[in-house]
């Protein structure tokens, strides 16, 4: 099955700097990408993903990077702002039968600082 | 917001018992999973329902079940309860096709077993 890990854990950047999390995954055949963020409390919400066939995605101030061959994923997040602070989660497809099923990495809690 | 309801929002047991939790699928899709999130952790796959049939399943026990119903509406079952499994259940939906479909997530049904 799929493994996912992300890094870092924790991360705190002032507001207006930039953010990078980054995931490793395991199985090659993966081929979509998604990014969510978590606020207290709440459900897991998409922010952005990615499918294979595209290596950058970018969403305003949120970007997303991909490079297969070494298997790993990123989140970028430019000119951070206070309600940015949550925790990021990544994730990847977890084969099992058919439809999407997804395997989560163990989450990063950014916070933004004024 | 997505358009995924989850009920009830809190939900306090003890071990031992058992638990029903419900879950409204966003309109128009026909595909229902449910996740597990421990306390600092990702959201960890439970099971999907499509069709009102379980299509895949995590590494959980027998005492993890579930029901779809016509109307795409879903139930998360769990007999003896222990305290492991006091956790947040969230459930997302999509529409089945493949492996790339995007999940939306409920807000989650937080669950403590004493």
């Known amino acids: 099955g799929e493994n996912v890990e992300q890094h870092p854990s924790t991360l705190s950047v002032q507001e207006g700097d930039s953010a990078v999390i980054k995931c490793t995954y395991s199985?090659?055949?993966?081929?979509?990408f998604p990014w969510y963020k978590q606020e207290l409390g709440k459900g897991p919400q998409l922010i952005i993903d990615?499918?294979?066939?595209?290596g950058e995605k970018k969403d305003q101030r949120i970007a997303v990077t991909l490079n297969k061959t070494a298997k790993h994923f990123s989140l970028h997040i430019t000119e951070t702002q206070p309600e940015d602070s949550a925790v990021y989660f990544c994730a990847a497809p977890l084969y099992t039968g058919t439809a999407s099923k997804l395997t989560f990495g163990t989450g990063t809690r950014l916070q933004v600082t004024l | 917001e997505t358009g995924v309801t989850q009920s009830p929002t809190h939900l306090i047991k003890t071990r031992g018992q058992q638990v029903t939790l419900r879950c409204s699928s966003q309109?128009?899709?026909?595909?229902v999973s449910w996740y597990q999130q421990a306390l600092g952790q990702g959201p960890q796959f439970i099971f999907q329902y499509y069709r009102e049939e379980e299509n895949g399943r995590g590494n959980f026990p027998p005492r993890f079940s579930g029901l779809q119903f016509p109307n795409y509406s879903s139930e998360l079952n769990v007999n003896a309860l222990e305290l492991d499994d006091s956790a947040l259940y969230l459930c997302?939906?999509?529409?089945?096709?493949?492996?790339?479909?995007?999940?939306?997530f409920g807000p989650g049904t937080r669950l403590t077993v004493l």
């Open positions: 990615i499918r294979s066939n595209v």
């Open positions: 997302a939906s999509t529409t089945a096709g493949g492996s790339t479909d995007t999940q939306y």
């Open positions: 199985d090659s055949a993966s081929n979509y």
């Open positions: 309109s128009g899709h026909n595909t």
